[in-house]
T-cell receptor, first 110, second 113 residues
């Protein structure tokens, strides 16, 4: 079966750094995605990891360890607009469907 | 504009009504998807279409009926829904083969009364 776990909620301070973790157990693995979703809006693509290591893109970085079934999304220099839900999703392998976690609701405070 | 457009944005319907959700993508993608998003739950995959052929139906009740007339359009026909079907229904598209990210629409917020 497929199982993806991430924290339900997190709170952080503007200007700080926050790390959102995701662990997964899937029957296969063909990549891990992070999406950002603001309330009432479409989820938007943030990052894709298929090999172990860190991918950096501006203020956002994503890390993957395939042996541990673990990923994290790192957000630096937090801004109020970063308040959103962050969705971890895995491509289990074969085909092109994604399996999603419940999402982590991040609240950025002053 | 995300490249994937869903209409309507909001829908309230009675349990005896029939309505349809529409999704349109202008990205030249070959695969389209319907997901259900309920509070505190992961996105649930409902249907997958690849090159206009349904390739997956995730044990979805027959009161939900998808239609994909061409690679750019996807519909979800609704009839005799239940209150527990109230949710955000998201459409997505992807280029097709292999692991590739989705482009999502903004969703239809459905309330069944």
């Amino acid at each position: 079966g497929q199982n993806i776990d991430q924290p339900t909620e997190m709170t952080a301070t503007e200007g700080a750094i926050v790390q959102i973790n995701c662990t997964y157990q899937t029957s296969g693995f063909n990549g891990l995605f992070w999406y950002q979703q603001h309330a009432g809006e479409a989820p938007t693509f943030l990052s894709y990891n298929v090999l172990d290591g860190l991918e950096e893109k501006g203020r956002f970085s994503s890390f993957l360890s395939r042996s541990k079934g673990y990923s994290y999304l790192l957000l630096k220099e937090l801004q109020m607009k970063d308040s959103a839900s962050y969705l971890c999703a895995v491509a289990p392998g074969g085909g092109n469907k994604l399996t999603f976690g419940t999402g982590t609701q991040l609240k950025v405070e002053l | 504009e995300t490249g994937v457009t869903q209409t309507p944005r909001h829908l309230v319907m009675g349990m005896t009504n029939k309505k349809s959700l529409k999704c349109e993508q202008h990205l030249g993608h070959n695969a389209m998807y319907w997901y259900k998003q309920s509070a505190k739950k992961p996105l649930e995959l409902m249907f997958v279409y690849s090159l206009e052929e349904r390739v997956e139906n995730n044990s979805v009740p027959s009161r939900f009926s998808p239609e994909c007339p061409n690679s750019s359009h996807l519909f979800l026909h609704l009839h005799t829904l239940q209150p527990e079907d109230s949710a955000l229904y998201l459409c997505a598209s992807s280029p097709g083969q292999g692991a590739s990210g989705y482009t999502f629409g903004s969703g239809t917020r459905l309330t069944v009364v």
